[in-house]
């Protein structure tokens, strides 16, 4: 089956310019754990996600650290994050993004998203974001379960 | 000179300075000048690898597993952090107590192992007390270096000086552990006096200090406990090593084998990820290319030259073999730089008519504090520059050299009153 057939045709992305307080906004209204960022002609030039921002207000120094739970709690996490909330998207999201065509397989999404560990990757037409696919979607899809989950457990 | 003298100056030049401006890493362009000086039969290859220095290669193989096995308890930055902690919160102590512990460390790690370890300490510990933590980064990368002059196993150019040289553990000890001491006091008060503005800490934030809680740093007491036991077999082992007429290596790997035996860690999960296999492939090739110079008669003509220069001056060559080893691995790699110098210094001893000991302990110390100058020779300073880079401090290449280049030459001047004192009646 192509991408394209079963794609979420939900075009919800984050700007580039947008701050890191309000891009944690909408990933918690929308219920996602990352979203494709885009330019203002919906080319997807980044992604960021909650795990981003995560790493983002944590210093780099406790990637080197086998554990960090010898440090007492004074608010740094706190802190740093609320020292990036007003900083765009931009500075923090990953530039590297995994991206699929309408084209491609379900079979490749599937190996593609094991591999490289993501839960979802936006799809492009000559670069420009048409949909997303998240691994729920993609299962659902393959299961049949397009009218939603609870029609599936139904008819079981 | 023949062709081939040419050839391998050409290769060595070449592949120091392709390391340098960061071309290609430094295991890449050891092996590529070691391997085509093979290729064209500069060198015969039975001869080049002839050149290889197992006793080094096995030395450096064996302390990787011990210390990799023994950094996984966590008893290091235990160390670390419980020594720090004592100091109370004062911004000097503080200071002495970082240099000091790295410094210690450092003297049976590599130095690049001990910065990867410390760092993150010094940098979660400073951020916690407010304080800027690049005095303390540059002190701890200075701090790695002069402790790691002091033993055999601290630094690399000492293991390749020991090997070449057949001075053993003790000698070390007995001969550079003093002077390493004494410079890193006098260059930790020249540094915290460089850097007092930067040591004042607010007493608000002592408290947090008291709430660190390096037990949680401790993974599993009872491997620390069978760590601690082992490292002290291992040291007494390499106490006695001369007396028991074996290499330290032997050792080194005797005690490796031992505690991948006994202790429930996977063997192959260490040898695969402690044992740091570009170092050992640019060791190995470093000899070869050396061999090369030394074969084609290049090291003999550099040696003739110095010993013409120094004919009847034996104090001198002392004193001279000292400050252009320091000044060189400003720039140069010191391990590199040992390799080649064993060789010259041999011959140079051998055209001075001189015992060749106190040539080759002049080039353990210009090797080793020489490295301080900027972070193009030492590579526990490149590490420690990349660190505080990613941590939002960079920390320019000018910074380093001016603070760098006066610990050089304060540690050399105190080598110099060293080598007065010492070896003055040769």
């Known amino acids: 089956m192509r991408v394209a057939e079963i794609m979420d045709r939900d075009l919800t992305a984050i700007l580039e310019t947008c701050p890191i307080g309000k891009a944690i906004r909408i990933l918690h209204i929308h219920r996602m754990s990352g979203l494709p960022v885009v330019d203002e002609e919906n080319h997807v030039t980044g992604f960021i996600s909650e795990k981003d921002i995560v790493k983002a207000a944590l210093p780099k120094y406790m990637n080197m ?46 190996s593609i998203v094991l591999k490289k560990n993501i839960k979802l990757a936006p799809v492009l037409r000559d670069g420009v974001m048409v949909g997303i696919i998240s691994r729920t979607h993609l299962l659902e899809h393959m299961l049949g379960m397009e009218e939603g989950v609870d029609t599936f457990i139904n008819e079981m | 000179m023949s062709l081939h003298a040419w050839i391998s100056i050409l290769v060595f030049v070449g592949a120091i300075f392709t390391i340098a401006r960061g071309y290609l890493t430094r295991a890449t362009a050891t092996l590529l000048g070691a391997s085509f000086l093979m290729f064209a039969k500069v060198i015969p290859a039975d001869v080049g690898f002839g050149f290889i220095d197992f006793n080094t290669i096995g030395l450096l193989i064996g302390m990787m597993i011990i210390v990799g096995v023994l950094s996984r308890s966590g008893v290091f930055q235990y160390v670390a952090v419980k020594t720090i902690k004592f100091t109370g919160g004062n911004g000097f102590l503080l200071f002495f107590s970082i240099i000091i512990v790295t410094a210690i460390l450092s003297a049976f790690l590599d130095n690049v192992t001990t910065v990867l370890l410390i760092s993150p300490i010094v940098l979660s510990l400073t951020d916690l007390l407010g304080l800027n933590p690049v005095p303390f980064l540059v002190s701890e990368a200075f701090a790695s270096n002069i402790g790691g002059a002091a033993t055999l196993i601290g630094d690399p150019p000492n293991i390749i000086v020991g090997s070449f040289a057949g001075f053993s553990f003790v000698d070390f ?65 390499f106490v006695v090593h001369h007396i028991l007429h074996l290499e330290a290596s032997v050792i080194a790997l005797f ?172």
């Open chain 1, 65 to 110: 650290l086998t554990d960090s739970s010898f440090l007492p709690d004074y608010g740094q996490f706190r802190k740093h994050l609320l020292d990036i909330s007003d900083e765009p998207v931009k500075r923090f999201m990953r530039t590297e993004v995994i991206t699929f065509n309408e084209d491609d397989s379900d079979f490749n999404v599937a």
């Open chain 2, 173 to 237: 000890l007995i001969n550079l552990s003093p002077i390493a001491i004494i410079i890193l006091l006098v260059c930790g008060s020249f540094l915290a006096f460089v850097f007092r503005k930067d040591l004042k800490i607010q007493s608000d934030r002592t408290d947090r200090l008291n709430a660190v809680d390096e037990t949680k740093l401790i993974k599993d007491p009872a491997l620390m406990k069978q760590s601690l036991v082992a490292m002290i077999l291992v040291l007494l082992g």
């Open chain 2, 255 to 426: 005690g490796a084998g031992l505690l991948l035996t006994i202790i429930p860690v996977a063997g192959p999960e260490v040898i695969h990820e402690d044992v740091e296999w570009p170092t050992l492939v640019f060791f190995g090739s470093l000899f070869i290319m050396v061999g090369a110079l030394k074969e084609t008669g290049v090291i003999l003509n550099v040696a003739t030259l110095m010993s013409r220069m120094l004919v009847g001056h034996k104090f001198l060559a002392v004193l001279a073999v000292l400050w252009v080893s320091g000044f060189s691995c400003i720039f140069i790699n010191p391990v590199a730089f040992a390799a080649i110098f064993v060789q010259v210094v041999n011959e140079l001893a051998l055209g001075l008519g001189m015992d060749s000991a106190p040539l080759f302990w002049a080039l353990a110390m210009g090797a080793c504090f020489g490295g301080n100058g900027s972070y193009l020779g030492a590579t526990a300073n490149v590490v420690l520059a990349d660190v505080a880079e990613r941590n939002g401090h960079p920390l320019s290449f000018a910074y380093f050299v001016k603070i760098g280049l006066k610990v050089v030459i304060l540690s050399l001047l105190i080598c110099s009153l060293y080598v007065v004192f010492r070896f003055r009646g040769i």
